[in-house]
């Protein structure tokens, strides 16, 4: 493993939560001065110890590195809320969490995670908590905040109960089956729903939302559409683009895609594709693509060899996280064979912020830990860690 870092773990326990902070230890210099607000969620307990299915989870926030975690919600003490949440998404300005979460009375266990969940909106100020959107007859299988941060995006399945794997992210999902599956907005003061798609094709898609846009991927046909929001138009943008993971630049002019060990960004407004990197590999899958907040660099996590499952990677591929220009198409290796995801950056697009999880050797639910490290672009920078143990079910970053 390709590491340039060494670190010295310093270990403090706040609040019954045990952080390592990892410090650089090179040439004697302090590591760099990083700052995330992060939100995530934590098993508190469960009946059935190590189950997947009945996790009673509450959400966290903290300041990183170095805050004390402040919990969010408590179930226990909600009239609606039952005892589980996950898949926190920080709102674009910071003051909203939208997150997933099950209502007392209607949590239904079943097999593979699919039981009823709903979206749900906290006030950071505030901590009040509104459930938003219809409940009736629908199952939420993915939602995701819009740029404007009045309304949110949800992908719905009406009546039928579907047979689907839950993420929670717009940007990965499986087959689904079973029932009429729709793309809608939904208003977090009204909760006024609007049809985007009527009717979804039943395969694996993928959507992108920045600015007033959102570009659908469609992976049966590798079709790429682009529909404005704001004028409920819709217009090809390319024809033809097999991708694994893409993302629009802050800016939302231009739109990077990689598949099959290439990276390509698309000019939004006149569909013209450039080629930014190759990695000379034709088994070369994407895993991560992530834009730095002043869209000069894209950090790209990506494995090769015979792939048969990303996340974690199978013994015979190996993973990298590569840097790469995004107007030069100059790359950069800095983690070869590495577990590390990049979940963000910091403001500055000086450090990018990588996640990978861990076993503890404490009881469940105490059992499982997440590292954040902010790993420095420069070739001169020095790296830290910060651990978060019980963590589970999801965790999120405010954008810079």
């Known amino acids: 493993m390709v590491q340039k870092n ?10 019954g939560m045990v952080f390592a902070v990892a410090a ?41 590195p170095g805050g004390e975690p402040v919990r969010l919600t408590d179930w226990a003490k909600h009239p609606l809320l039952a005892p589980y949440v996950g898949g926190p998404h920080w709102s674009p300005n ?3 969490v939208l997150f997933m979460g099950s209502l007392k009375g209607h949590t239904v266990i079943m097999p593979q995670n699919d039981w009823p969940s709903y979206p749900w909106i906290l006030d950071i100020q505030t901590k009040k908590l509104k459930l938003i959107g219809p409940t009736k007859d629908r199952w939420y299988m993915n939602v995701a905040w819009l740029p404007n941060q009045n309304e949110i995006l949800a992908r719905v399945v009406l009546g039928k109960r579907p047979q689907f794997y839950y993420y929670g992210d717009l940007q990965s999902d499986e087959v689904m089956s079973g029932g009429e599956a729709r793309l809608v907005t939904i208003n977090i003061k009204t909760g006024r729903e609007k049809t985007i798609i009527r009717k979804l094709n039943p395969g694996r898609f993928f959507v992108f939302a920045n600015d007033h846009k959102l570009i659908i991927y469609e992976r049966y046909n590798d079709k790429l559409t682009l529909y404005n929001l704001a004028r409920g138009k819709w217009r090809t943008l390319l024809r033809s683009a097999p991708l694994d993971v893409a993302a629009i630049s802050p800016d ?3 739109f990077a895609y990689y598949n099959k060990g290439v990276l390509r960004v698309c000019n939004i407004q006149t569909s ?9 590999d034709v088994y070369d899958r994407g895993g991560k693509l992530i834009w730095s907040p002043n869209g000069k660099w894209i950090v790209l996590r990506h494995s090769s060899g015979d792939i048969t499952s990303i996340d974690p990677p199978v013994a015979s591929s190996t993973s990298y996280l590569t840097l790469v220009d995004a107007t030069s198409g100059k790359a950069r290796l800095l983690l070869e064979d590495s577990r590390d995801f990049p979940i963000g950056w910091t403001r500055d697009s ?3 912020i990588l996640r990978h999880e861990e076993k503890t050797d404490d009881a469940f639910p105490n059992d499982t830990k997440t ?20 963590y589970q079910g999801g965790i999120d970053i405010a954008k810079p």
């Open 272 to 280: 013209k594709v450039q080629m930014l990197y190759n990695a000379r």
């Open 252 to 254: 939302g002019k231009r």
């Open 94 to 96: 910071g003051e909203h």
């Open 371 to 390: 590292v954040l490290t902010a790993y420095p672009i420069s070739a001169q920078g020095q790296a830290s860690s910060v651990e978060i143990v019980g």
């Open 350 to 352: 000086m450090n990018i």
């Open 24 to 64: 650089s230890c090179c040439h004697g210099e302090p590591p760099p001065s990083w700052s995330v607000k992060a939100v995530y969620t934590r098993v508190m307990a469960s009946s059935k110890a190590g189950s997947d299915y009945d996790l009673n989870r509450d959400l966290f926030m903290q300041q990183l």
């Open 6 to 15: 060494k670190y010295s773990i310093i270990v403090v326990s706040i609040m």
